[in-house]
């Protein structure tokens, strides 16, 4: 992911599906989609409460192989 740190990640392990959406530069409809997916873990917090942790955000990032045969 990027370098740059979003405010609410130093107070607190889980955010907001609009504040890791924020975060990662995707809208909270595709992270409830890879919620559901099963490609990014959630968790409940009270009956309508749900919370990424910033770690598994991160985690479900991918690198892109470059084309380069390592020149």
């Known amino acids: ?14 955010l907001s599906l609009p504040d890791a959406a924020e975060v990662i530069g995707q809208s909270v409809k595709t992270l409830r989609r890879r919620i559901s997916a099963g490609s990014l873990p959630a968790y409940r917090f009270g009956p309508r409460c749900i919370r990424v942790r910033l770690n598994d955000l991160e985690a479900s990032g991918h690198r892109i192989p470059s084309a380069r045969t390592g020149d």
Do not use: G, L, V
């Open 1 to 14: 992911m990027s370098a740059t740190r979003h405010p609410k990640t130093d107070e607190n392990p889980y």
